[in-house]
């Protein structure tokens, strides 16, 4: 479980057992189960990452609603968009292994994340990863509920694929973006899991010292 989750839910509990005490434990009974949903909602399950070489995971739980090509910093990608309602895990993970680049946080609106312009209007963190000669760009973008994103990494970090990363509270989306020579492995309406589902599989180069020796094979 998410640390957040024993805030919450404990704050709860002790809210529940002062009502309880002060009035009578028909009055707790609400805060009780606010506390169980909170319990839930911050649940933190482990996920078997995939070992294939050239995948791009799925940085959370939720329903693709997305598949597109758009165009980011004058260059063309693809892009695939999430989202992630209050019954989904909310544990945000790296789409790929390799070393953090570039975050940036940018304030705006709580938009519905449903809705198309909440990919550059709402208020999201873009963080830039670099690994297997690619660049994948994923962004943790806030909702109508969702008031806080949390990522725990910095420039020049090194990331492993699927590995935990951050959180949106209460609802929201993530979008993944990617080169164009990707094979896309997932449509519109599929239901993805973070950190387990191969959203795209990127063009795997071989090893300079690879390429060498079967040149020296061929002649």
Request: aromatic share 10%.
């Amino acid at each position: 479980m998410v640390r957040d989750g024993y805030y919450y839910g404990v704050g709860c509990l002790l809210a529940a057992g002062m009502i309880a005490w002060l009035a009578s434990w028909p009055y707790a009974v609400p805060v009780l189960l606010l506390a169980a949903f909170f319990l839930w909602f911050f649940r933190d399950p482990e996920r078997q990452i995939p070992a294939l070489p050239g995948v791009v995971v799925s940085p959370g739980d939720g329903k693709v609603t997305d598949v597109s090509v758009v165009t980011s910093g004058g260059t063309s990608r693809h892009r695939i968009s999430i989202f992630l309602s209050v019954f989904d895990v909310h544990v945000n993970r790296s789409p790929i292994a390799g070393v953090i680049r570039d975050v940036r946080y940018q304030r705006g609106k709580f938009l519905n994340a449903m809705s198309g312009h909440s990919a550059e209007e709402n208020e999201q963190n873009v963080v830039t990863v670099e690994g297997g000669g690619h660049t994948v760009i994923f962004k943790q973008i806030a909702g109508l509920i969702a008031r806080r994103i949390v990522f725990n990494f910095k420039v020049g970090d090194q990331v492993a694929c699927g590995e935990r990363v951050g959180l949106i509270k209460f609802g929201s989306r993530v979008d993944v973006l990617f080169d164009r020579d990707a094979e896309i492995q997932v449509k519109p309406g599929d239901r993805v899991k973070g950190g387990a589902t191969v959203l795209a599989l990127l063009p795997v180069t071989p090893p300079v010292h690879a390429v060498a020796a079967s040149e020296r094979e061929a002649h």
